[in-house]
């Protein structure tokens, strides 16, 4: 099983360890599932370091008792945010310190398993922690980022523009992220923030290619085999 990320330009490797995730943290996600309030808090979820798949990976769902476990798989791209130390009670202004550098990942959510979860307001980690569900590229260190906070990215799929958004519309931004995870839960060294999407998720068909990508800086190639 795969946990090690690639740095850009480096020969180095980046062990993953931790996975925090963050929900509605665009407004117009939040809008595209017909909710109109923005979370006071941030929104948290986590997936095992199994969920990672490598830049060109090939994603396939798990079967369980000779059957896929989901037949409706959403695509939810986010900037990443990784973490070079061990560090709790973080204040905002010496959020940077902490970071190593930058990726794009894709959430991959089951949304049929995530829905019925809901329904019955049972905890829906399958929905969002399944093997293979953080497809994530190699990672660009903080040096290489003047501004993390305005930076484009974007998702095509088979060559069509899917999602495409700027930092800057973060509702909660990556500094008040660090700030609130390293207090409540402390960070370590080697952890993962997927830091929300914007609108325009969307369900993935088998053979999907998909390609993300930061601010022309990075991409994330991966196929989705179903």
């Not at 396939?60 to 986010?78: A, L």
């Not at 293979?132 to 930076?151: E, G, H």
Request: charged share 20%; net charge neutral; aromatic share 10%.
């Amino acid at each position: 099983m795969n946990r090690i990320l690639n740095i850009s330009g480096s020969n180095e490797k980046f062990r993953v360890n931790n996975i925090f995730c963050i929900g509605k943290n665009y407004f117009d996600h939040i809008k595209e599932f017909g909710d109109e309030k923005a979370p006071i808090s941030p929104v948290i979820f986590f997936k095992p370091s199994t969920s990672i798949v490598q830049n060109n990976g090939i994603i396939n769902i798990p079967e369980f008792n000779g059957k896929k476990i989901s037949n409706n798989v959403h695509y939810e791209t986010e900037v990443v945010v990784a973490i070079d130390n061990d560090c709790r009670n973080v204040k905002e202004s010496d959020a940077t310190e902490n970071i190593f550098g930058y990726g794009i990942g894709i959430d991959l959510t089951l949304r049929d398993v995530q829905s019925d979860a809901k329904k019955l307001g049972l905890p829906w980690g399958t929905s969002k922690g399944f093997f293979n569900s953080a497809p994530v590229s190699d990672l660009l260190t903080k040096l290489n980022i003047t501004d993390p906070m305005n930076l484009d990215f974007s998702l095509e799929i088979n060559n069509t523009i899917k999602q495409f958004s700027n930092t800057s519309l973060m509702i909660i931004n990556i500094y008040k992220l660090i700030s609130y995870l390293s207090t409540i839960f402390g960070l370590s060294k080697g952890d993962l923030i997927f830091t929300g999407t914007p609108e325009g998720v969307g369900q993935l068909k088998q053979g999907d290619e998909l390609r993300a990508s930061l601010s022309g800086m990075l991409e994330l190639k991966v196929r989705f085999n179903g």
